[in-house]
């Protein structure tokens, strides 16, 4: 059961930053934050994941408030190609599976 | 390319055919994961599989769908007497495995189509 809660969907405008809002308010400590993005007709694409400091890789930060009880997945610029599906997923240390919930339809616009 | 492939990208089945679907993972990856995605749905957790052992079956998985994983390489999805409800997107993913593992990576998928 998904333990995340998401806008249904945003537009973001290309090569402006894309803030990505995510709700966790039941996490517990030992659970991690995963962010994956789903473009079209592709399966799912591991994007980062975080505990409760902010982390930053090629392609994005993640923004986790002190209490844990939400984060912020940014696209510094984003581009026509990050439009896709953008799951926030909780995932506890040990866990082998994702608990996908129906995501936050991003669209960016030229 | 080294990435996850499922086989056959698009199957349309008549209700009633039995289908398989296969999945190569990752050479390395211990774990192989299947899950099942419905339009406008995330992915569902189908079934996990450590090495050889399939370790967890949802309850999604009823009794017409099998899963293997011999010598614990490529896997099998067989779904039998097909309804049109089957129809879906079946996705497989696999990942390293141990402590800490943290990055699954998924397959292009399978596209089921039952009429």
């Known amino acids: 059961d998904a333990k995340t809660t998401q806008p249904p969907s945003m537009d973001c405008a290309e090569g402006r930053a894309a803030n990505l809002p995510c709700n966790h308010s039941?996490?517990?400590?030992?659970?991690?934050v995963y962010w994956y993005r789903q473009i079209h007709s592709q399966g799912p694409q591991y994007i980062i994941h975080?505990?409760?400091n902010n982390e930053t890789n090629e392609m994005a930060s993640l923004i986790i408030t002190e209490d844990r009880k939400s984060s912020t997945l940014i696209l510094p610029h984003a581009t026509l190609r990050d439009t896709a599906v953008y799951y926030c997923?909780?995932?506890?240390?040990?866990?082998?599976?994702?608990?996908f919930g129906a995501g936050t339809t991003v669209t960016v616009r030229a | 390319d080294t990435g996850v492939s499922q086989d056959p990208r698009h199957k349309i089945t008549k209700r009633g055919q039995n289908v398989t679907f296969r999945c190569d993972p990752i050479?390395?990856?211990?774990?192989l994961y299947w899950y099942r995605q419905t339009l406008g749905q995330g992915p569902e957790f189908l079934t996990y599989?450590?090495?050889?052992?399939?370790?967890?079956k949802s309850r999604l998985l009823s009794d017409r769908f099998s899963a293997e994983r011999p010598k614990g390489s490529f896997s099998t999805l067989e779904i039998q007497r097909t309804e049109q409800g089957d129809s879906a997107m079946y996705l497989c993913?696999?990942?390293?495995?141990?402590?800490?593992?943290?990055?699954?990576?998924f397959g292009q998928g399978t596209r089921l189509t039952v009429v």
């Open positions: 997923i909780v995932r506890g240390y040990n866990d082998y599976k994702l608990s």
């Open positions: 050479s390395e990856h211990n774990r």
């Open positions: 039941t996490i517990s400590g030992n659970e991690y």
């Open positions: 993913a696999s990942s390293l495995g141990g402590r800490g593992d943290t990055e699954a990576f």
């Open positions: 975080g505990l409760k």
């Open positions: 599989f450590q090495n050889e052992a399939q370790l967890e």
